[in-house]
């Protein structure tokens, strides 16, 4: 059965292009920096977002307009596998994600509901023989189901922590059926509302612990992916416990889990922690911790997690020069953990949103790689900071000085002499190579 009948596989156009099922930025096969677009973007779709979301939110029901919305319980579960692996396949995508949920309904019992997954991986397994699409990473949905109105590893119910120990259990024995590349968790409840009611050492001491036994599992049974943790500050809960990534690194170095795990950035999350999103690339880059990508962005006018397909050019630039400079994402990727908004219901929206943020990517990478290119930006910087490569300043660097010596050299200084910052020349630059890169791809 044909689910999207309207829809052709989607080809790359070019930026005269006025169709709008078509790529007009994104070749998958140009080559960029010696390797192709599809190899430094790997994108992956998001299941949950554009499988099983339909449109509903805090005030009203769900609008979207689906050929599965007829069905219910493993029938639906089924009938979305096909369409997803048809949508695989008309996006051309090499990767996609999923919350166990999101592929299969809960059951009234863990029995149950692991029996319900084993048909749905089965099918995708068959499934993922003759596709090119694969894996990216899967996870554990431990937020939605009221028994983690309290969290799932940093409950105040011990019955719930071993729950959430099955369940991640199964994710991984599922992700290792599949040949995932990662395994991510999101603590979703794992934060509190008020801590009058919280003994947060306890809750941070139990997340450490389940964290180690998950690592211990995944060597047990042979599964090799990189585990992942993805920042959010707040929403559902207060204050979320992977606050951002500086927060997650402190974590992971205080529990002595910073060799077993990388982390998942998304860019609506950082926007909530009141960072950009390259600033929490950045940090993730410089200490070694860059492993994937949740693409999308926010709303600036809204304060909650909007997940709208990402179309900001200047954002995705600024991100892809953080990729580009870790050397790409290993095994990560860049994940549309975005969803169209609930006015756009029919199923061809699902096509054109994710279009615009591959294209939008595409630019990103484009301009991004011309600028590491031609040493715009790291030309500035190294001037910037060339005080420290001569004299005091590499005394400094190389640890071969102290606050006497320190002192002894600033008395002797008659005048401290600083060199213009120049922001708006760089953001000026960036706009240039920006419409460049786009003016040359149109001819």
């Given at each position: 059965?044909?689910?999207?009948?309207?829809?052709?596989?989607?080809?790359?156009?070019?930026?005269?292009?006025?169709?709008?099922?078509?790529?007009?930025?994104?070749?998958?096969?140009?080559?960029?920096?010696?390797?192709?677009?599809?190899?430094?973007?790997?994108?992956?779709?998001?299941?949950?977002?554009?499988?099983?979301a339909d449109g509903t939110d805090?005030?009203?029901?769900?609008?979207?307009?689906?050929?599965?919305?007829?069905?219910?319980?493993?029938?639906?579960?089924?009938?979305?596998?096909?369409?997803?692996?048809?949508?695989?396949?008309?996006?051309?995508?090499?990767?996609?994600?999923f919350h166990d949920v999101d592929?299969?309904?809960?059951?009234?019992?863990?029995?149950?509901?692991?029996?319900?997954?084993?048909?749905?991986?089965?099918?995708?397994?068959?499934?993922?023989?003759?596709?090119?699409?694969?894996?990216?990473?899967?996870?554990?949905?431990?937020?939605?189901?009221?028994?983690?109105?309290?969290?799932?590893?940093?409950?105040?119910?011990?019955?719930?922590?071993?729950?959430?120990?099955?369940?991640?259990?199964?994710?991984?024995?599922?992700?290792?059926?599949?040949?995932?590349?990662?395994?991510?968790?999101?603590?979703?409840?794992?934060?509190?509302?008020?801590?009058?009611?919280?003994?947060?050492?306890?809750?941070?001491?139990?997340?450490?612990?389940f964290f180690h036994m998950a690592?211990?599992?995944?060597?047990?049974?042979?599964?090799?992916?990189?585990?992942?943790?993805?920042?959010?500050?707040?929403?559902?809960?207060?204050?979320?416990?992977?606050?951002?990534?500086?927060?997650?690194?402190?974590?992971?170095?205080?529990?002595?889990?910073?060799?077993?795990?990388?982390?998942?950035?998304?860019?609506?999350?950082?926007?909530?922690?009141?960072?950009?999103?390259?600033?929490?690339?950045?940090?993730?880059?410089?200490?070694?911790?860059?492993?994937?990508?949740?693409?999308?962005?926010?709303?600036?006018?809204?304060?909650?997690?909007?997940?709208?397909?990402?179309?900001?050019?200047?954002?995705?630039?600024?991100?892809?020069?953080?990729?580009?400079?870790?050397?790409?994402?290993?095994?990560?990727?860049?994940?549309?953990?975005?969803?169209?908004?609930?006015?756009?219901?029919?199923?061809?929206?699902?096509?054109?949103?994710?279009?615009?943020?591959?294209?939008?990517?595409?630019?990103?990478?484009?301009?991004?790689?011309?600028?590491?290119?031609?040493?715009?930006?790291?030309?500035?910087?190294?001037?910037?900071?060339?005080?420290?490569?001569?004299?005091?300043?590499?005394?400094?660097?190389?640890?071969?000085?102290?606050?006497?010596?320190?002192?002894?050299?600033?008395?002797?200084?008659?005048?401290?002499?600083?060199?213009?910052?120049?922001?708006?020349?760089?953001?000026?630059?960036?706009?240039?190579?920006?419409?460049?890169?786009?003016?040359?791809?149109?001819?």
């Open positions: 059965m044909a689910y999207f009948k309207n829809v052709n596989k989607i080809q790359y156009e070019g930026a005269s292009s006025k169709n709008p099922l078509a790529y007009k930025y994104y070749n998958s096969e140009e080559i960029i920096n010696g390797k192709t677009a599809e190899e430094w973007l790997r994108f992956s779709v998001a299941y949950w977002h554009t499988f099983t805090q005030f009203g029901a769900g609008t979207a307009i689906r050929p599965w919305n007829h069905l219910t319980g493993m029938d639906v579960a089924k009938a979305r596998v096909e369409a997803a692996f048809e949508f695989f396949e008309k996006l051309d995508v090499p990767f996609f994600c592929i299969a309904p809960e059951g009234s019992t863990l029995k149950e509901t692991n029996q319900n997954l084993d048909v749905i991986v089965a099918m995708m397994k068959e499934y993922m023989k003759t596709s090119k699409t694969k894996i990216l990473w899967n996870t554990a949905n431990m937020f939605t189901n009221p028994r983690y109105t309290h969290g799932a590893a940093t409950s105040c119910n011990a019955d719930v922590f071993a729950y959430s120990a099955a369940k991640v259990k199964k994710g991984l024995e599922v992700a290792r059926e599949l040949g995932a590349q990662n395994y991510v968790f999101w603590g979703g409840r794992e934060g509190y509302e008020t801590l009058l009611n919280t003994d947060m050492k306890l809750e941070l001491d139990n997340l450490g612990r690592v211990d599992y995944a060597k047990e049974i042979g599964f090799d992916g990189q585990f992942l943790i993805e920042p959010k500050p707040k929403e559902p809960t207060k204050h979320q416990y992977d606050f951002d990534v500086a927060t997650g690194l402190a974590f992971l170095q205080k529990y002595d889990l910073q060799d077993d795990f990388k982390f998942n950035i998304e860019a609506n999350h950082a926007t909530l922690a009141g960072h950009t999103f390259e600033h929490e690339l950045r940090t993730a880059r410089i200490n070694g911790m860059l492993g994937s990508v949740d693409a999308n962005q926010g709303d600036v006018l809204l304060g909650w997690d909007t997940d709208e397909f990402p179309t900001d050019l200047y954002s995705t630039t600024l991100a892809m020069f953080e990729i580009l400079k870790n050397g790409g994402l290993g095994k990560g990727g860049l994940n549309f953990d975005a969803k169209v908004r609930r006015g756009s219901f029919e199923p061809e929206d699902l096509f054109e949103g994710h279009i615009a943020g591959m294209d939008s990517f595409a630019i990103g990478l484009k301009v991004a790689n011309k600028l590491i290119e031609d040493n715009v930006l790291d030309s500035f910087i190294d001037e910037r900071y060339s005080s420290y490569t001569q004299g005091i300043g590499k005394a400094i660097v190389e640890g071969k000085t102290n606050f006497r010596e320190l002192e002894a050299y600033a008395l002797q200084l008659t005048e401290v002499k600083n060199k213009s910052g120049k922001t708006e020349r760089l953001r000026a630059l960036i706009n240039q190579y920006l419409l460049e890169t786009l003016s040359t791809v149109r001819v």
